[in-house]
Structure formats: C-alpha cells, structure tokens
C-alpha cells in the first residue's frame, strides 16, 4: 500500500481563504486514525511552483537525450 509522508497541494485554487485548513482536517476525518494522516502542505514555491516544475522536468528530459 501506498503511504506518502507528505502531500503537496498547489494550483491557483489553494490560494481560497481557508481551504487547505479545510482539507486537512477532511482527510484526517476520513482516514478515522486508520492510518497515520500526511502532512498536507502547500508549495514552497507558491504559484510559480507548477510553472518552475515544468520547467525543471524539461531540463532533466533534456539532460537525458545529452541535449544542454
């Protein structure tokens, strides 16, 4: 079984007022102490986080083919 230490959450919608206050404690409602519940936390990149990912996977795919 898959038991991931931490979740990030991120896009432009986690920038709503309250939401990932909210969704922490929906997941740890929903797991009921069945499992440890991860720690859910948003980027530390913030909203350049998907932007700087993408670009970060294009440099390795790129690194991989001996392209720089």
């Known amino acids: 079984m898959l038991s991931p230490r931490r979740i990030v959450l991120g896009g432009g ?3 709503a007022a309250g939401l990932l206050e909210r969704v922490r404690r929906d997941v740890a409602d ?3 102490g ?9 980027p530390a990149l913030g909203e350049r986080a998907g932007v700087l990912g993408a670009i970060a996977l294009a440099q390795e795919a790129l690194a991989e083919r001996g392209v720089q």
Do not use: F, N
Request: charged share 15%.
């Open 13 to 15: 919608v986690m920038g």
């Open 34 to 42: 069945y499992v440890r519940a991860p720690e859910l936390v948003a």
């Open 30 to 32: 929903t797991l009921a």
